[in-house]
Nanobody
Framework: QVQLLESGGGLVQAGGSLRLSCAAS????????MGWYRQAPGKQRDLVAS???????DYADSVKGRFTISRDNAKNTVYLQMNSLKSEDTAVYYC??????????WGQGTQVTVSS
């Protein structure tokens, strides 16, 4: 069984920063892609950022230049550094990992609230 433990969410003022972390544990064997989605109330879950094993990254247009995704393969952990936060970044953030070629695991979600 694979578990993802997220941390780092919270309340921040517009223009501030937060860093999310997501640590994977369990019968992973090997992790492929890792990343983050977010879901605001009444909206669909959208991809925020992803990172491959080799370190290639992809970002949603709305966060480019403000968010940075990184990973520590030795710790099976993915990070999301969020700077210059805006009220529209308010959402529940979910991390995910792709592992064993065909499987995906999800975190429990962490709330990020940006006050204007």
């Amino acid at each position: 069984q694979v578990q993802l433990l997220e941390s780092g969410g919270g309340l921040v003022q517009a223009g501030g920063s937060l860093r999310l972390s997501c640590a994977a544990s369990g019968s992973i064997f090997s992790i492929d892609g890792m990343g983050w989605y977010r879901q605001a109330p009444g909206k669909q879950r959208d991809l925020v950022a992803s990172i491959t094993t080799a370190g290639s990254t992809d970002y949603a247009d709305s966060v480019k230049g403000r968010f940075t995704i990184s990973r520590d393969n030795a710790k099976n952990t993915v990070y999301l550094q969020m700077n210059s936060l805006k009220s529209e970044d308010t959402a529940v953030y979910y991390c995910f990992i792709n592992y064993r070629a065909l499987s995906t695991a999800w975190g429990q979600g962490t709330q990020v609230t940006v006050s204007s």
